[in-house]
């Protein structure tokens, strides 16, 4: 123990002197301990000088002791200076256990603020999924029904159309189609929050879905002039996954690398094939995303550009939602990314194994000759 610890230890003890607890018979038995380990001293030291000069243990004897040895008179006061010492010590120790026992009270109170505010919480978060289950839901019946009278006019099942109602039917139909979109991606995400989302996986040809993918967002790429170079393998093994929603994760990955990026530059989609699995990458030359936020972009409403900009649009959902398939599947997705350099995604699904294809004749002979 050094001086620096000790010294607080002297303080303490001082100040507990001043204490009146310390001397404090009633509330204080650390006092009465301390006086009744000092009484032997004075019986014990007179005792053995009795005892040295040969005299009988008697009161005379201590009393004649007393005036020839005036040092017995510090003895006898041995039993109270150890009663101050222990007193004080007791004091010490009470203080410092009431102090526990303050701050354990207040932790408890604390833990219970803490529950009660967590309660309070888990009900607000499912208070606002059964919300988004409903809004979803709600939207989508009025949805079906403007689309299905938008194709009533576009198929002239109304009357001719003049050319600039034509236009504006086809502006209507890009907003259906956005809001047809955004809201699927509503059911999904309160779907996945109640882990209800469930997927139907079989041996899937993934050359067939990037192609249909790249397909549907050939449109969106050409208008940027934005080169998708597709670098897989014609002899890429079978996937085990659900087809729809693995077309959904090539979807919401390859549209952020062709809204991310500016024109007139090149996205790719590359594969490396594992012992067990295909790792897929998804690499654009866009705006990047910066190292701070990359372990919150697959949160779910979570927008690198604050919600006050919305230069790019979209509501945060396709990374999450994707990652939630990726999960279902049981693969993992990350990302590597530079700002004003890139993105790159990666992300990891099973392969097609024998035990998977039992009874399934389509994909029997695919993923056997190329497993
Ligand atoms: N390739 C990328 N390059 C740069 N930033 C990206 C890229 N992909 C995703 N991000 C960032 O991650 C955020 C979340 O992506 P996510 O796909 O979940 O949402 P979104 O594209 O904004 O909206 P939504 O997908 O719902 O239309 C994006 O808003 C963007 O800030
Ligand atoms: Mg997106």
């Not at 007193?87 to 932790?107: P, Y």
Request: charged content about 25%; some cysteine; proline content about 3%.
């Amino acid at each position: 123990m050094n001086f620096q610890s000790f010294l607080p230890i002297v303080k303490e003890f001082i100040r507990a002197l001043g204490n009146r607890r310390t001397y404090s018979i009633r509330n204080n038995c650390y006092f009465i301990f301390g006086v009744l380990w000092g009484i032997p001293v004075p019986i014990v030291t007179s005792g053995m000088c009795l005892y040295h000069r040969n005299l009988v243990f008697s009161l005379s004897n201590i009393a004649g002791e007393f005036l020839v040895h005036p040092i017995q008179f510090f003895f006898l006061l041995h039993p109270l200076l150890f009663g101050i010492v222990f007193g004080a010590m007791g004091t010490v120790r009470d203080e410092k256990e009431k102090q526990r026992l303050d701050f354990q009270n207040s932790l408890v109170i604390l833990n219970k603020e803490l529950k009660e505010k967590n309660n309070a919480l888990q009900e607000l978060d499912k208070l606002k999924d059964d919300f988004l289950t409903m809004v979803s839901h709600e939207l989508w019946s009025p949805l079906t029904t403007v689309k299905g009278y938008v194709s009533l006019l576009k198929e002239k099942k109304v009357g001719e159309l003049t050319q600039k109602q034509k236009d504006i039917l086809t502006i209507t139909e890009e907003q259906i189609e956005h809001l047809d979109r955004l809201i699927a991606d509503l059911i999904d995400i309160s779907e996945i929050e109640a882990g209800k989302l469930k997927i139907v996986p079989e041996c899937l040809d993934v050359n067939k879905v990037v192609e249909k993918t790249i397909g549907s967002l050939s449109q969106r790429a050409l208008e940027k002039n934005i080169t998708l170079e597709n670098r897989l393998s014609p002899q890429l093994p079978y996937i085990w996954a659900d087809s729809r929603r693995i077309t959904q994760v090539f979807t919401n990955i390859l549209g952020n690398a062709i809204k991310f990026t500016p024109d007139n530059r090149k996205v790719s989609i590359d594969a490396r094939v594992m012992a067990d699995s295909i790792e897929f990458s998804i690499e654009d030359s866009g705006i990047g995303i910066p190292q701070a936020q990359l372990a919150n972009i697959f949160e779910k409403f979570y927008q690198v550009d604050s919600a006050a900009k919305r230069r790019y649009g979209g509501c945060g959902l396709g990374l999450g939602i994707a990652k939630s398939i990726i999960e279902l599947h049981q693969g993992r997705i990350w990302i590597e990314s530079k700002v004003n350099e890139g993105s790159k995604f990666f992300f990891e699904i099973r392969k097609c194994r024998k035990k998977n294809i039992e009874g399934k004749q389509d994909c029997l002979l695919s993923s056997l000759t190329q497993a």
